[in-house]
């Protein structure tokens, strides 16, 4: 059965203290590896996408890696305004079709 | 940027009552995803079209049917409603990377 993982459930780092969030996922074959922040009571908002192990993608102060059963979400130096939830989605690639499988998320709370 | 557009953004209904979803997606995106995400849940896998054609089916109830227009609008609609239904409910579009509209958060009284 095709499942996502994502641990810490929560994290709460002080601002500048650097962290990593894991996602690790069992597919019967993966087409992509997408992670999202979503802020409360709004939709997701796409990040990144990640194809195949060993691909990394960066943006401002986040940074995603993936491996063949795992992928990290390392944040640098965070910002207040960095906090949220961090969903991680796996496109299981059965059917032909684009269906996402979500993780349930880590919480992160920067505090000042 | 055009981003998916989703309404009405919220609804509040009694139980038994038939609720409908509007996703407007973005210009020349011709695949619709619903999701239904409940409180403190991840979001989970509705129903997909692709060019007007249901292309996948999640974990939908029979009470729910959705449908994919000649405009690429599409509509969820949701009947004989439990209070189980209150949930966001969001339509995301696209090919590969999935877009999300803000989600319409429907209350079930």
């Known amino acids: 059965e095709d499942q996502v993982t994502q641990s810490p459930e929560a994290l709460r780092l002080q601002e500048g203290e650097s962290s990593s969030l894991n996602c690790s996922y069992t597919?019967?074959?993966?087409?992509?590896l997408f992670w999202y922040r979503q802020d409360p009571g709004k939709g997701p908002e796409f990040l990144f996408t990640l194809y195949s192990a060993g691909e990394e993608k960066e943006k401002e102060r986040l940074k995603a890696t993936l491996t063949k059963k795992e992928s990290f979400l390392h944040i640098t130096a965070p910002k207040p305004e960095d906090s949220a939830t961090y969903l991680c989605?796996?496109?299981?690639?059965?059917?032909?079709?684009?269906?996402?499988?979500f993780g349930a998320g880590t919480r992160l709370a920067v505090h000042p | 940027a055009a981003g998916v557009i989703q309404s009405p953004r919220h609804l509040i209904k009694e139980k038994r009552e038939t609720a409908t979803l509007k996703c407007y997606p973005i210009?020349?995106?011709?695949?619709v995803y619903w999701y239904q995400q409940g409180p403190g849940q991840d979001p989970q896998f509705l129903i997909s079209?692709?060019?007007?054609?249901?292309?996948d089916k999640g974990s939908i109830p029979d009470r729910f049917s959705a449908q994919q227009f000649s405009d690429y609008h599409s509509e969820l609609n949701m009947s004989s409603l439990e209070l189980g239904d209150s949930a966001l409910y969001f339509c995301a579009n696209g090919n590969n990377e999935q877009f999300f509209g803000p989600g319409t958060r429907l209350t079930v009284l």
């Open positions: 079209f692709y060019e007007k054609m249901q292309s």
């Open positions: 210009p020349r995106h011709d695949t």
């Open positions: 597919v019967s074959g993966l087409r992509g």
């Open positions: 989605a796996v496109n299981p690639g059965s059917g032909g079709y684009n269906k996402l499988i």
